[in-house]
C-alpha cells in the first residue's frame, strides 16, 4: 500500500482516511488494537464479537449486530432473575 501522511493534532489525534475506512470496514464505534514494532505504529481493527456471531448463526437470532446483541442482553436478563 502506499504510504499516506497525517497530521497530527495537538491532542493526539489522526484521522483515518475515508477510502482507508471503507476498505477496512472501520466505523464509528470500531475497536481497534494499536501495537508499536520498533518505530513502527500498527493499527489493527477488532472484529466484533456480535459481526461474528451474526454470521456463524445464519441470522437464527437477527440480521444484524444489533439484533444479536439484543437478544444476547435479553438472554443475560433472563439468566439473572
Do not use: H, W
Not at 454470521?55 to 432473575?81: H, N, P, V, W
Amino acid at each position: 500500500m502506499k504510504s499516506i501522511r497525517l497530521k497530527v493534532s495537538k491532542r493526539g489525534y489522526i484521522v483515518l482516511p475515508a477510502r482507508i475506512r471503507r476498505q477496512m470496514n472501520i466505523r464509528s464505534g470500531t475497536k481497534i488494537i494499536l501495537s508499536k514494532e520498533e518505530n513502527r505504529i500498527i493499527l489493527q481493527p477488532v472484529a466484533s464479537f456480535t459481526e461474528k456471531l451474526s454470521g456463524l448463526t445464519a441470522q437464527k437470532f437477527g440480521k444484524s449486530a444489533g439484533d444479536i446483541q439484543k437478544y444476547i442482553d435479553e438472554e443475560r436478563k433472563e439468566r439473572q432473575k
